[in-house]
């Protein structure tokens, strides 16, 4: 029988995606997380060499680590060196590793090399190499009382081919370093994106990787912007009727600056003031929301820019998953937005209907001179790797 702490329950495994899985194996649905938690289980049953029991043992690993929903990211450069060698490399500095896996392995109170693994190409060339990292850290709300321990699994993986290197980790405020007796103290206070930030730097030593981007905010931030015209672009049939209406556009620049003697330099930016204009007032009259979600697979709900030129700041948000482009607030900032071409928070609704899964959240933006994705509404591990890839092909 499949055992699983406590902490991973709560923490990682949400009652939706043990809903999907007993509507894929045709089991009955309940609301209840433990039913549901214990049919899984049932399932999987005792034969640990049974199809069944590998299924799902693999899948609670899998869910395990979607919910680790916070990540971080840096640019590298993978030597050809390590490429070669990178069995060998890993070996050599952790000689201990079990090979086990976040069920299986029995923490310490720092973090331990649980395991890794080596992917290759079609070509037989290393395309990914996986981390996974693991320990007992202290849950709880009061300083100087006693905490409980709770398993903490951080993952990092390596994208070779695309030259990023990735921590993902669960998000807690409440959770502290071990300390004798179990007593929570504020001092010893365990911040997951420092430590996943630490373990990259070791890892980078380890694979001896280089870090590419002089300023990787900026890069991360300019990266944003090209997301942010991938899913805000405007939709065809609100295109056609600003186009419709340009002969007039041109004809009301020309009267206006003819008639206060205005210098002709600056009718293109008057038009694309008045492109939005358009736009907006298109975009915002009545019901818009479906047109703003279709033939895209995200759309922005919230953004923030500055906007060195006008020394201001762009802060600008929809309510709930409601389309940012159906509100005044979008068009009130996109000409900052597009003469910084940077954003520095960027929030995306990403459109997903699977079974009792419905659409799902990330937040972008820039820590610790590293590129930061938080996921919300949970993700599943193909959701998390399309968003990887958005942004490696994006940057």
């Not at 600003?242 to 008057?270: H, P, T, Y």
Request: aromatic share 12%; proline share 3%; net charge negative.
């Amino acid at each position: 029988m499949i055992k699983i702490p406590e902490c991973l329950v709560d923490d990682y495994i949400h009652a939706s995606k043990l809903k999907n899985f007993c509507f894929e194996h045709e089991m009955t649905v309940s609301d209840g997380k433990t039913d549901l938690l214990k049919k899984v289980i049932e399932y999987a049953g005792e034969d640990q060499s049974s199809d069944a029991y590998k299924e799902t043992y693999t899948w609670f690993l899998d869910t395990i680590k979607a919910g680790s929903k916070e990540l971080c990211l840096k640019k590298v450069y993978v030597p050809d060196e390590t490429l070669e060698n990178v069995e060998q490399l890993i070996s050599s500095k952790y000689k201990e590793c079990p090979f086990k896996d976040v069920l299986s392995f029995r923490n310490l109170d720092g973090f331990s090399l649980v395991n890794y693994e080596i992917k290759n190409n079609e070509q037989g060339i290393v395309s990914k190499v996986s981390f996974l990292f693991s320990r007992m850290v202290l849950e709880g709300e009061k300083e100087l009382e006693r905490g409980h321990k709770i398993i903490y699994p951080l993952y990092i993986d390596l994208y070779t081919e695309e030259g990023f290197i990735v921590a993902r980790y669960k998000p807690k405020t409440t959770i502290y370093q071990c300390s004798e007796e179990d007593i929570i103290y504020k001092e010893n206070r365990f911040k997951p994106l420092d430590e996943a930030v630490t373990l990259i730097g070791k890892v980078e030593k380890v694979l001896k990787l280089q870090d590419m981007d002089i300023n990787p905010r900026q890069k991360f931030c300019r990266m944003m912007y090209k997301l942010y015209q991938k899913y805000s672009f405007t939709p065809e049939n609100i295109q056609s009727e600003i186009d419709r209406m340009e002969s007039k556009r041109d004809n009301f620049v020309n009267e206006i600056f003819g008639e206060l003697k205005l210098k002709d330099i600056n009718k293109a930016k008057a038009k694309i003031d008045l492109n939005i204009f358009f736009e907006k007032y298109i975009s915002i009259n009545g019901d818009m929301e479906k047109v703003f979600k279709e033939d895209r697979d995200a759309y922005l709900i919230k953004i923030t820019s500055d906007d060195d030129l006008q020394m201001t700041r762009i802060d600008t948000a929809s309510i709930g998953n409601r389309p940012l482009q159906c509100s005044d607030t979008f068009f009130d900032g996109k000409k900052s937005i597009l003469n910084t071409q940077e954003c520095r928070v960027l929030h995306l609704c990403y459109n997903r209907r699977k079974g009792y899964l419905g659409p799902f959240t990330v937040q972008l933006t820039t820590k610790k001179e590293c590129g930061l994705v938080k996921m919300y509404y949970v993700p599943e591990e193909e959701d998390i790797h399309n968003v990887l890839q958005t942004i490696f092909e994006n940057y």
